[in-house]
């Protein structure tokens, strides 16, 4: 189905990543630049034309990052899907509502944010220079952007325009803002104080700290076999876990699930299969990954490290495995595409080998103790 070159093409290499500084309309409002805006998978939601993707393919969802100086802000704006935010360096400061005044709250390594649709967020970087986020946004056509009236105000004051039909003109590059092009209206005040007000406690509802995280060590088939032994922690949305008892933080849709995977030292998850795509990416340690499609047999080392997360598209419909080679636990993000709950295809032999261990999946598509789910089919 996939030849080495294309699955090759699947790998996104973290020094690999290009950015654009002239993403949006903010570029040259002085707190908020420079602001590096990179798209890994999907355009996302960047107004020039110009920006550079790693990877064009639908998903479903999208994934991205920003990187930007410390005490540099992006500005109030909106969107009609989701958002998330994925500290992996620094710390960052999440606004939202401007309705009128924002409310904040902070994130460091390994913490997330799902901001709502339909209200007005922003972010600073409060940290070191070099902080970074990634992001995800849901769906494959996410409806693009929308800029708050300050925002708008600001950036036609350093002769940045946005037209109506979403074009940036820039008459310090010397373009013309003049007839027949039409600057965009904003929401007015008041459209905006009609929007649902989320407040703090509401909020802190859609923040999962990675020090809050709930590790399940029954989420994959094959996590009680020797040399495997992976733990899964779910953040948002119904993921791949087979444990009847995860308790997802964040549940409302967002077109993608979110879990943590750790693997311990020379641990690894066994031969499986998901009939949707999965984006992985290595934020701590390195993991090894295999992937079969049809005749043909595929590795592939990501590396997650200060400074520098490798990303994988994992195609529908392939067999993979992952596997940690270091002396120390490896930590991966996982993000399925879809809301429903996803069914783990595992090869034979691991359900063999599980089955000796006792363990075996349920009709409802849970680990379980063996004996109990054959009592019940007799």
Not at 198 to 227: F, I, P, T, Y
Not at 243 to 248: A, L, P, S, Y
Not at 289 to 299: A, F, G, R, V
Request: proline fraction near 5%; charged fraction near 20%; glycine fraction near 8%.
């Amino acid at each position: 189905m996939f030849s080495i070159q294309e699955l090759q093409q699947r790998f996104i290499a973290f020094d690999s990543l290009r950015y654009s500084t002239e993403a949006f309309i903010d570029y040259r409002i002085p707190e908020c630049s420079p602001k590096y805006n990179y798209a890994l998978i999907g355009s996302g939601v960047s107004q020039n034309p110009k920006q550079p993707v790693s990877l064009r393919e639908k998903h479903g969802f999208q994934v991205g990052g920003v990187s930007m100086p410390h005490g540099k802000t992006n500005p109030p704006h909106m969107h009609f899907t989701c958002e998330v935010f994925i500290c992996v360096r620094g710390v960052w400061e999440i606004h939202w509502g401007f309705n009128p005044q924002a409310q904040t709250t902070r994130i460091s390594f390994g913490d997330m944010v799902s901001v709502p649709t339909w209200i007005y967020r922003g972010f600073k970087n409060v940290g070191i220079d070099d902080g970074f986020m990634f992001t995800t946004l849901g769906g494959d056509d996410t409806g693009g952007i929308l800029w708050g009236p300050t925002t708008l105000e600001a950036a036609a004051k350093q002769g940045v325009y946005l037209t109506d039909d979403y074009q940036i003109i820039d008459t310090q590059a010397g373009q013309k803002m003049e007839p027949p092009l039409k600057a965009l209206t904003p929401m007015s005040l008041q459209e905006i104080q009609q929007l649902r007000v989320w407040s703090a406690q509401e909020m802190m509802q859609r923040v999962v700290l990675k020090k809050n995280l709930q590790w399940s060590r029954h989420g994959l088939l094959d996590s009680a076999l020797n040399n495997h032994g992976a733990q899964l922690a779910p953040v948002l949305g119904l993921g791949i876990s087979q444990d009847r008892n995860t308790q997802v933080p964040i549940t409302n849709p967002h077109g993608v699930s979110i879990e943590w995977l750790r693997i311990p030292a020379n641990g690894h998850v066994g031969r499986h299969q998901l009939k949707e795509k999965q984006v992985v990416i290595a934020i701590d340690g390195e993991m090894e990954l295999t992937i079969e499609s049809t005749s043909t047999s595929y590795q592939q080392k990501l590396f997650g490290k200060d400074k520098a997360w490798d990303t994988y598209a994992i195609p529908a419909d392939v067999w993979r495995a992952f596997k940690n080679n270091s002396i120390h636990d490896t930590y991966v993000l996982l993000l399925t595409a879809g809301d429903h709950r996803k069914k783990i295809h595992w090869d034979e032999s691991i359900i063999k080998q599980a089955a000796s261990a006792n363990y075996s999946i349920d009709a409802n598509g849970y680990v379980a103790p063996k004996h109990y789910v054959d009592r019940s089919q007799r």
